[in-house]
Structure formats: structure tokens, C-alpha cells
């Protein structure tokens, strides 16, 4: 992707040479083989994806030398802790997904969990696994919500509601 921008980039640059002779020896110069890198493809970096998501070997090897502090709670665990999750919820976001498509649960619902419970797609045991991977997504997806509170005190709250009224 990398080499196929700065390919792009160059391209464009030569395309607004308002003198075309110059543009044509300049883009043999540039481009003496013709433009040669392509996007990757759908495949590919779908198949990147997968892997990085299902090995944890590959994401340790990536990541080797980056702060992380481990805690599913801290600001880098959030995320490695909702794709592990998601890793073990997989086959029961497939019944899930696949019982909205039948029509047993509604396709737009606050709580899929119990839904998907009352329909009988889970068990009790995966409803709070289902809760916790919602908790843990929504944890590494908010990441610019900040409470008010902790952003400016306890008494920010109480000022903005006296100013209010």
C-alpha cells in the first residue's frame, strides 16, 4: 500500500506539470519499467486481517518493543482484550447473527444477550460471555468518552447545573 502511494503521489504530481514534454520525459525517468505497484487486494488484506486477529504469535511479534500494559481495564489493553474476546465469541456471534437473518431475534436490539437467551441461540453461560464481549468492545471503541466529572472535578457538574438554571 506504501509503495503504491508514493507511486500515486508522483503520478499526480506529473499529471499537474503544466508543460506535457517535460511531463513525458519526467515520467520516464520516474516510471522507466511503467508503474509497476498495484493496491493490495481485497483477499489479501482480508487474509492480513485474519491473521492478525487469530494468531497471537503474529500481534506479539508486531508489537514487540510497543508499551503495553496488559490490563484489560488500561488504555492498550482495551483493545487486545475485546479481539481475545471476540476470538472466543466467534462461533456464538455466527448462531447470533444467523438467528436475526432466520427472523428469531430482532435484527435492532439494546440487549442482544437476551434476546438471543429467550430464543434459545445461547445458554447462560454464553449470555454473560456475550455481555462481556459487548462491554469490551464498546471499551475499545469509546475512546474519546470522558466523563465530565473526570475531566473537571466533581464540582464541574454541579457548576454546569446552577449555571443551567
Not at 99 to 113: H, S, T
Not at 120 to 141: C, F, H, M, P, T
Request: some cysteine; glycine content about 8%.
Amino acid at each position: 500500500e506504501g509503495l503504491y502511494r508514493v507511486q500515486q503521489s508522483l503520478d499526480e504530481i506529473l499529471d499537474n506539470l503544466p508543460e506535457r514534454g517535460v511531463c513525458w520525459v519526467l515520467r520516464r525517468v520516474v516510471f522507466p519499467f511503467g508503474r509497476r505497484w498495484q493496491r493490495p487486494s481485497d483477499d489479501l488484506t482480508r487474509q492480513v486481517a485474519t491473521d492478525l486477529a487469530e494468531s497471537d504469535e503474529l500481534r506479539e511479534t508486531l508489537a514487540a518493543g510497543i508499551y503495553r500494559d496488559g490490563d484489560p481495564e488500561g488504555v492498550i489493553g482495551r483493545l487486545d482484550h475485546a479481539v481475545r474476546l471476540t476470538l472466543a465469541c466467534q462461533g456464538m456471534l455466527d448462531r447470533v447473527r444467523d438467528a436475526r437473518r432466520d427472523g428469531r431475534i430482532a435484527p435492532y436490539l439494546d440487549d442482544v444477550p437476551a434476546a438471543a437467551l429467550a430464543a434459545g441461540v445461547i445458554n447462560e453461560a454464553e449470555s454473560a460471555q456475550l455481555r462481556a464481549y459487548e462491554k469490551a468492545l464498546r471499551l475499545a471503541i469509546d475512546v474519546d468518552d470522558f466523563d465530565a466529572d473526570a475531566l473537571w472535578g466533581a464540582d464541574a457538574g454541579s457548576q454546569r447545573a446552577a449555571d443551567a438554571a
